[in-house]
């Protein structure tokens, strides 16, 4: 009888099924390895194109060191110490802080979430011995969603935030518990904002003594839904005057104010006028509007005659589900509650401090 020893074929292709796999994988994380570092030294050249720039552009950027990591599962690019002043034909404002980094994930990284160390030095007016600013913030970040045209959609959070005058030690916000905003950009030129403020109290001295007798310091809750016209003519220079002349508008489909006894709600449309004084107005609705006016009276905002006359406004007024209607106006720099001049709006700046251009994070891919 012949016997036969060799190994059997099943035998065979049992251990090629069980290698196979684990080569796959081999490959395929090589692969992935070899994209990461590709990616991450393309990312890096888009950052140092990005410095060398805004220098060319007469920004003064000094930074501790610049790297990239996160492997394998984003792209952490980390900023040590970086330091921003602006040319003065942009505002002249300067920015510090221990850290800066922007991360994205490795399928998407038109999407970038940059995260602000704390404390950061802030300067709106370049002149670091009387204006500079020190703010600090258990979190601080915003997020960019770009596409070929430039940045699409912007957000930003900020959670336990404080506010303070750097040489004087000044309070100017004693505390604000979370900020949540979002942007997008929408059709016919239009910029849709979100915006939601909870917790926020301003320091001792900024606010007058009538305003604070009347709501108290703290505003437990602010939100809007608004939409900016001619958001290209605003983006262009940041000047709100050359807004204001293309016909630039706000559309606020959504407010609500939660501060002391006042609780309102609204919609409507604002602007500016020819001194850049807040002008418009919004229909809204007043939950508590007894406990308003009490306030108000009570806090000299509104003197007892003003406070008859509001009272009988109300009287007057529509009534809903959510409160009594009224319109909030904004004229000639007043503010009018109804019939009544509950305080003044002065002039908003006519240029806002310009930051420099993000890079597309779409360049590093190409």
Do not use: C
Not at 81 to 100: F, H, K, V, Y
Not at 200 to 216: I, K, N, Y
Not at 291 to 298: D, G, P
Request: glycine share 10%.
């Amino acid at each position: 009888m012949i016997r036969d020893f060799s190994t059997p074929e099943p035998a065979r292709r049992s251990r090629l099924s069980l290698i196979l796999p684990f080569a796959a994988f081999g490959i395929l994380l090589a692969a992935y390895g070899g994209y990461w570092l590709w990616m991450s030294g393309e990312i890096r050249k888009t950052a140092d194109s990005w410095v060398e720039e805004r220098e060319s552009e007469g920004y003064v950027i000094s930074l501790d060191q610049l790297s990239v990591s996160g492997f394998p599962f984003r792209f952490t690019v980390t900023a040590r110490a970086p330091e921003i002043i602006a040319p003065p034909e942009d505002g002249g404002w300067r920015m510090a802080m221990p850290q800066l980094s922007a991360s994205a994930l490795p399928y998407n990284i038109s999407h970038w979430i940059v995260a602000f160390a704390s404390p950061a030095e802030l300067d709106l007016q370049g002149d670091e011995d009387t204006s500079a600013l020190l703010a600090t913030a258990s979190r601080a970040r915003i997020s960019l969603a770009s596409g070929r045209a430039g940045t699409v959609r912007a957000g930003a959070e900020l959670e336990e935030f404080r506010l303070i005058a750097r040489e004087s030690g000044e309070v100017l916000v004693e505390a604000l518990d979370q900020l949540v905003l979002s942007s997008e950009l929408v059709e016919d030129d239009q910029m849709r904002i979100r915006l939601e403020v909870r917790g926020l109290e301003l320091g001792p001295d900024q606010l007058d003594e009538r305003t604070v007798s009347a709501f108290g310091r703290r505003i437990e809750l602010m939100r809007t839904d608004t939409t900016l016209s001619h958001w290209s003519a605003l983006a262009a220079d940041a000047n709100l005057a050359s807004w204001s002349d293309s016909g630039g508008r706000a559309e606020i489909a959504m407010a609500a104010l939660h501060w002391g006894h006042a609780r309102l709600s609204g919609e409507g449309t604002m602007g500016v006028d020819a001194l850049l004084r807040p002008e418009g107005r919004l229909s809204v609705l007043v939950a508590e509007p007894e406990s308003l006016v009490a306030a108000l009276v009570a806090g000299g905002v509104a003197s007892p005659s003003d406070g008859e006359a509001l009272r009988l406004a109300l009287m007057m007024a529509p009534r809903r589900d959510e409160g009594v209607a009224l319109p909030f106006r904004f004229q000639q720099g007043g503010i009018f509650l109804g019939p009544v001049r509950i305080g003044e709006a002065g002039p908003l700046t006519g240029q806002l401090p310009i930051m420099p251009e993000l890079p597309d994070a779409e360049d590093a891919s190409e």
